[in-house]
């Protein structure tokens, strides 16, 4: 049983949901979602909102009923409020800039680095602050991670690519070996 999927998911009136034989179809004020359909799952709309029912007993009929209610919230929810990921720059002259719609990134190679968005994931730039958005929290999050591999924050000084809040393990850089005078 999942805890997810018996619930019924909430929709808000300025969102529509059009329940397709293969896909789910969610209209919001920022723009819309296509979600595929899982199987072994029945989906209604009621008058509490979307009901999610499995309609096998399987492991895997299991595993689809709680990740369908899962994906079916996150797209309600993103074409509602929409999401955000933040990722910081640490370094000296590291530095991020916009032209047009490619982010370029001078992050310590010999060569500024040019990363453009896909369609539907808006990049902007503050400082030394980058800002991912969007409707889809996996593209989101996807454009973010693939702009954080650009240049991983490194164990000794933490300089690179990190997301805001993110705790860098430090590593302790090489000891100071003595003098032979103390050795004695």
Known sequence: MSKLGKKPIQVPADVTVEIQEDKILIKGKLGSLCIPRLP???IMSEVGGI???SSADHAQAKANWGTMASLVKSAILGVTQGFTKRLEIDGIGFRATM???TLVLNVGFTHPITYTARPGIKISVAK???TVSGIDKALVGETAARIRKIKKPEPYKGKGIHYVGE???RKA???VAGTGAEAK
């Open 40 to 42: 072994y799952l029945e």
């Open 51 to 53: 009901v999610i029912r």
């Open 99 to 101: 032209e047009g719609e």
């Open 128 to 130: 030394s602050l980058i």
């Open 167 to 169: 705790m860098i393990r």
């Open 173 to 175: 850089g090489k000891k």
